[in-house]
């Protein structure tokens, strides 16, 4: 399938018209509700999946229309966007910029191993220890906090580095048949695990999280982040399928 030919008209080799048009999207599925927040109080929007879902259609362009989305989005559905712009970074734009890392392993293990170890040193660490006690915030009791705060980044930090996170995942995302559905849905699975850590840590200072709050958070979403990549996958891959028999040419960084 021929690529796209790169001109003024294009973002990193994309039509700015596709850019446009999926950014419009995303920003109009902020209004859709897709899982509710565990606990109550607000909900997830399905444009989450469609940003997740973008840098598998056009690569890196995906991010700039995932932030085209979020504008959008702040704008005509601001319940998905109690914090605003911030909120356009969070919800918006990292769904997107996470599973850019995952699916482009292959390439970029090393930063996708520094960032996800970053976020995990967050998540290990704020606020309950930085700032801590100074902002009001009590340590938690160890290990049991360790314990349930290491699934949201250890095992998928273990898998980025490993040869199924490196090789087989992206080599899998790009065939066609079942191992597409696996591929997509490991890097996806990968990609939003990491994703939960910084939605979740404004609203844990914000609010005063004790750290008996932050474990039970971490027990709830347990099988909340799993639920939803497999939602973004079972979307994706016949999106992916169905752009590969199009007849479109295809772009750079597009896995179809």
Sequence with gaps: MTEVRKSAARVYGVPIAWVAIYGALCGATSLLPLFPYVGGGGYLPLCVAFEAIAPLIMGPAGIVAAIIGGIIGMFIAPAAYPLGLLDVLLTGVLPSVFVTLTINNHRL????????????????????????????FTPPPQPIYAAFSAFYWVPWLIIMISP?????IPKWARETGPKRYVGVLLAVLCGMMIWIIPWWLPYWYMFSYTPALCIAVFAAYSWWVPALSVVISIISVPILEGLSRSGLPKVPGGIW
Excluded at 109 to 126: N, Y
């Design 109 to 136: 293990w090393p930063l996708t191993a520094i960032t996800f170890a970053a976020m995990g040193a967050l998540l290990e660490v704020f606020p309950h220890y930085i700032p801590g006690p100074a902002a009001g």
């Design 164 to 168: 199924l996170g490196i090789k087989y």
